[in-house]
């Protein structure tokens, strides 16, 4: 892996030195803000890999943050908090995190579930970039879908989960397999993000949701021929 840039967001500064040495020691280049505003300008500047983001900052907490620039940056997120219940863990995650951890933190933890979101990330986009479903177009190279010609915006975590589904048609998933290959998560027992977001996503895809198919009492698939009759 080329050597990747890491965007630390944390106003404890012992936080984000001790961060910086670790990266800098694993060979990463890391840029460093206290609040969300010097961080969007570092965004904005620089070809940021992956964010990792403090959910208390003084400016603008990490949920609205994220929330924010999800639209405009498509770089992997993790999320730092103090806080460890399992409530948080799932807004982070719903709100496009692709990890979690909690303070406080083993330095080296930090550095190997970066360097995990990352080669997942490179997987993705070394796969093969585009499906098609009777009028059903995915695009990942390009993100985007379009139904009989027409777009259809997705989140991030959306288009991941329809496209995990629809790199498998037909297989069968369990909730918490969707979790941990879509966001990276190591399950913990709660499960509602992956029913939030698929309902979220039906909504969407309108008459394409068919093919989005629940199997009760297992988890979803992805139904082709309900595109293809």
Known sequence: MSEKTVLIIDDDP?????????????????????????????LSSHAADILILDIMLPDEDGWEFCQRIRPEFKLPIIFLSAKDESTDKITGLELGADDYISKPFSPREVVARIKAVLRRYQQGEESSARLEFGDLVINKEEHYIKYKGEAIELTPKEFSLLWHLAQNPKKVFRRENLLKAVWGYDYFGDVRTVDTHIKSLRQKLGEAAAAVETVWGVGYKFEAKKLED
């Not at 840029?31 to 570092?42: C, F, V």
């Open 14 to 42: 012992h936080i984000r030195e001790i961060l910086e040495d670790y990266l800098k020691f694993e060979g990463f280049s890391v840029l460093a803000a206290e609040d969300t505003e010097k961080g969007y300008q570092l």
